[in-house]
């Protein structure tokens, strides 16, 4: 049975529950799924942060075909409309249905961003 718009949009909101509630129990109980925005989309994940408490940006995507860089140039757009630090990508594994097993993609930049500490800290 092929996959509807409406099976797919089903999917994805099931997979940023899933998400969304892994970190939650986690990382922190404030972290949960956004509501949609429209043009100006912020990620599919609110309240994300760093160790530093830098906001970042997750986009998630299930979906079998891969599609890579058009994904991280969307969590890129999206971290900039959230005024975040960075936006990454976490996908999904299929065959695999544990949250933590999921994939995480970004930019070597985005890494690098993810791990400097914020300028003037000496840590």
């Known amino acids: 049975m092929s996959r509807t718009r409406k099976s797919a949009k089903q999917a994805g909101a099931k997979f940023e529950r899933q998400i969304a509630d892994f970190l939650r129990d986690n990382l922190d109980d404030r972290i949960d799924r ?8 912020c990620g599919d994940i609110a309240n994300v942060r760093d160790s530093h408490n830098r906001r970042i940006v997750i986009e998630c995507k299930n979906t079998t075909r891969m599609a890579l860089a058009q994904w ?7 971290a900039h409309n959230d005024n975040a630090h960075i936006g990454v990508v976490v996908h999904k594994r299929h065959g695999n ?15 690098v961003k993810l791990l400097t500490p914020p300028q003037g800290n000496t840590k």
Not at 34 to 41: F, M
Not at 99 to 110: G, I, K, N
């Open 72 to 78: 991280i140039q969307e969590a890129h757009q999206e």
């Open 34 to 41: 956004r509501v949609k925005t429209g043009a100006k989309d």
């Open 97 to 111: 249905a544990n949250p933590a097993d999921q994939w995480v993609s970004c930019t070597l930049e985005d890494l």
